[in-house]
């Protein structure tokens, strides 16, 4: 598990962290934390000293969710960011125990939607040299219950909590936007995870990974405009990175980063210099000398919240590992074979880049050893469609249709 895993808005408007055991944190100082504590019918429960605690990012997005035991079922925190009164973060606590506990929270800069008053804590036990801040108040929580409480971000904002997303629909906002990128059922949740952690970053962070890896820049700028940021702002940057990129051909991504450069000037209807990056990234490309994927990514859980080459790796892995662009004309399905954990799994992806003009879509379904493709082109006629790692007989140029891959043979 990672030590804090970041939340925040889109473009690093506002951000904070959340630690392994639920803790929120600003501007990485403990000044500005948020704990949380338990009082169940056993004990107090000091979520950074329980064994019993669980943290995952829900469904891949920066919505947090950390467990911990208590008798008879668990109470369950989620952190998450909300873009209302400058950038709120929203602690969501629910008792999924069968019998009512207490929560105790700082209340300084909080509001809450808690029913009842706050009292001071009694009778909690923390480990020797801890103590709770003097702002901690406890707020009762019955069996299936939940209450919210709402930090704001930016300095003397008055905050309420009606009206605030809660973290289902946050989750689901998020999802959205990396499915509209490509939408890809065989390793979601890495993909989702990379995807927002590169939505998070800072346009400072994402400048200087442009300017120290051109490649792996691009593709970071191509992944946040497939979600909905403008182009328009990166157009020189992206041009002069593919002029970069073309003098050191060989880089990693390069040639994914190419074909993605040339997609992003078409949307920013500059359609000569989209031209001219893919003609020449499909004569480099020829020549034998594209830097093509990376190395086998493995998932991860809870990505790094600075990692911006390790959230690039993995978002351009999963899709690559899909479908790779060859030439202006070809591209190849399974370019690295199809990984073991696929094995007997049926899975879809949809709206992978395929080359400057084209996406595929495409459906896995197992017969044995054997997989069932089915494939749709998006794009102008005359995509080959190969699948040389896994069965080297097929090769298509249709537009869609259904095949059956030896993958036995």
């Known amino acids: 598990m990672a030590a804090s895993s970041r939340i925040g808005l889109r473009g690093g408007t506002a951000i904070a962290h959340v630690d392994a055991a639920g803790f929120v944190t600003r501007d990485g100082r403990r000044a500005t934390e948020l ?86 804590p009694r009778g909690v036990a923390l480990p020797k040299g801890r103590a709770l801040p003097s702002d901690v108040r406890v707020f009762p929580l019955a069996h299936r219950s939940a209450v919210r409480f709402v930090w704001a971000t930016a300095p003397r904002v008055s905050i309420t909590v009606d009206g605030l997303a809660g973290a289902t629909p946050v989750a689901r906002g998020w999802l959205g936007a990396s499915e509209r990128a490509s939408r890809v059922s065989i390793d979601a949740q890495t993909l989702v995870a990379a995807r927002c952690q590169l939505l998070l970053a800072t346009s400072t962070e994402v400048d200087d990974l442009l300017q120290h890896d051109a490649a792996r820049g691009v593709v970071a700028i191509a992944e946040r405009v497939r979600m909905g940021e403008p182009v328009a702002p990166h157009v020189e940057q992206i041009a002069d990175a593919a002029r970069r990129m073309l003098r050191k051909p060989n880089a990693l991504w390069a040639s994914r980063a190419l074909v993605m450069a040339s997609r992003m000037l078409a949307t920013a209807n500059e359609s000569l210099a989209s031209s001219d990056v893919a003609v020449a990234w499909a004569e480099v490309g ?124």
């Not at 207490?102 to 706050?118: E, K, L, R």
């Not at 190395?295 to 080459?309: H, I, K």
């Open 35 to 120: 704990g949380w504590w338990v009082a169940a019918d056993d004990r107090w429960h000091d979520p950074r000293e329980e064994p019993s605690g669980r943290q995952r990012l829900i469904d891949g997005t920066p919505v947090v969710e950390t467990k911990i035991a208590v008798p008879g079922g668990d109470v369950v925190q989620r952190a998450f960011m909300v873009a209302d009164h400058g950038g709120c973060v929203v602690m969501e606590i629910s008792n999924e125990s069968p019998a009512a506990v207490v929560i105790a929270v700082p209340t300084s800069g909080v509001a809450t939607d808690a029913a009842a008053a706050p009292s001071e």
């Open 286 to 409: 020829a020549g034998g000398t594209l830097g093509g994927g990376g190395d086998t990514c493995s998932a991860v859980d809870l990505p790094s919240a600075t990692d911006l080459r390790s959230a690039v790796d993995t978002a351009a892995h999963v899709e690559d590992s899909l479908v790779r662009a060859i030439s202006l004309y070809e591209a190849e399905v399974f370019a690295d074979g199809i990984a073991a954990s696929w094995r007997g799994v049926n899975f879809e992806a949809h709206g992978v880049p395929a080359g400057p003009q084209h996406t595929v879509s495409l459906a896995v379904r197992w017969h044995g050893e054997n997989a069932a493709l089915l494939w749709e082109v998006d794009g102008p006629p005359g995509l080959q469609l190969r699948a040389t790692q896994v069965d080297a007989s097929f090769a298509v140029s249709s537009q869609r249709g259904e095949a059956l891959l030896r993958v036995g043979a």
